[in-house]
């Protein structure tokens, strides 16, 4: 089960990430947003910032539909982000492994292409003794 306190711990993992001063968690490189907290609008209501469910950045239509067709009780998508390449994603249903994996592609996705190549280098080399 993860959180917002995940979300934060794993983005600012990642190099060159800046975190946007909000009402929960906004998350950027290059100055592309990866990953942010899920600001729901309900009719009628004010806008409520939701630190439970992030929003996403997944890359495509194809990658959004896989996700919520595979697992709907993780992904969802609300009206407001039809057409666009972001799922959200309900933290209490995922685990801070599977998150790690997700927030990386994000940022990757997002990233400047020398930053990504840059950090996939570096993942792929031997640690050293």
Known sequence: MADA???????????????IDSEGFDFRVGGRGFVWSYPERLPGQPRRVRTDVAVLYVGD???KQALLLGEPAVFFTVTGYDGLPL???????I??????ELITDAWRM???EALSAEF???RS?????
Do not use: F, S, T
Not at 5 to 19: H, Y
């Open 120 to 122: 996939e280098e570096a």
């Open 61 to 63: 239509e194809a990658e």
């Open 95 to 100: 685990g801070p492994g599977r998150l790690a």
């Open 5 to 19: 306190a995940d979300v934060c711990r794993l983005a600012l993992a990642l190099p060159q990430v800046q975190e």
């Open 87 to 93: 799922v959200m994603l309900r933290l209490a249903e």
């Open 125 to 129: 080399r031997p640690a050293e003794a």
């Open 110 to 112: 997002r990233a400047p």
